[in-house]
């Protein structure tokens, strides 16, 4: 159904259960599932956040001026991306970093055709670094790259199967979408992805999939056109 995507993780969702640091674990399991999709032939970018080492936005209103804590969040995602591609080789698979800004000899400088050309040849190119400026999402980031890569879909993976009419982790008469619409997602303030990177989507005509990537085999499950977590689309 899908030949290539982007794949857009929280930082916390390779923090283990504590959603803090790096839990090898998580990254293992991430890993896996990736490597596991890559073999079945899915092209996969990924964008990583880096809330699990550092938030820029948070630390704003711990004394860090927003500019320089923004670069510092930036920074967290080449940490993740690192480690998650370290993970991915493990499983036999190849990983490339490419960071928005130049940070070379740790990560290469992102360029969309060099990216490109890793995913066909059957590798993960994991992009990091946002969008290489401040005030702006990772959210943001993934949502551009998506786009600029010529993905068929922008894979949200999160620890809850879907879209729901409230937090299901703490209402428990929400229900979950099937699908909507982006105007609906927006009208409802449902919160999908930040405005930003909302507006990037719907404007580029990107489908986005919210879906649970904690349960084993959900990326494959996608590949092969089962209907999994919740599809926000035009």
């Given at each position: 159904?899908?030949?290539r995507v982007l794949l857009k993780l929280s930082g916390e969702s390779l923090g283990g259960n504590a959603g803090k640091g790096l839990d090898t674990a998580a990254l293992?399991?991430?890993?896996?599932?990736?490597?596991e999709a890559a073999k079945a032939g899915l092209q996969i970018a990924i964008v990583n956040g880096g809330g699990n080492i550092f938030r820029g936005l948070q630390g704003t209103g711990?004394?860090?001026d927003r500019v320089d804590g923004d670069k510092m969040g930036m920074l967290a995602t080449v940490i993740n991306s690192l480690a998650l591609s370290?993970?991915?080789k493990e499983q036999g698979v190849d990983a490339q970093v490419f960071t928005a800004t130049p940070m070379e000899p740790y990560a290469k400088y992102y360029m969309r055709?060099?990216?490109v050309k890793v995913m066909e040849n059957g590798g993960v190119a994991l992009i990091a670094g946002g969008t290489g400026n401040p005030f702006f999402t990772t959210d943001s980031g993934a949502a551009l790259r998506a786009l600029e890569i010529r993905a068929d879909a922008l894979l949200k993976g999160t620890r809850v199967d879907g879209v729901y009419t409230a937090d299901p982790e703490k209402d428990p008469t929400a229900t979950k979408y099937g699908e909507l619409t982006f105007d609906k997602a927006l009208a409802d303030n449902l919160k999908v992805m930040d405005r930003t990177a909302f507006a990037l989507c719907s404007d580029g005509n990107m489908p986005i999939i919210v879906f649970d990537m904690t349960r084993p085999g959900n990326l494959?499950?996608?590949?092969?056109?089962?209907?999994?977590?919740?599809?926000?689309?035009k």
């Open positions: 159904m899908y030949k293992s399991a991430t890993a896996k599932e990736v490597a711990k004394g860090f370290m993970f991915i055709d060099d990216a494959k499950r996608i590949l092969e056109g089962e209907n999994i977590g919740t599809l926000v689309h």
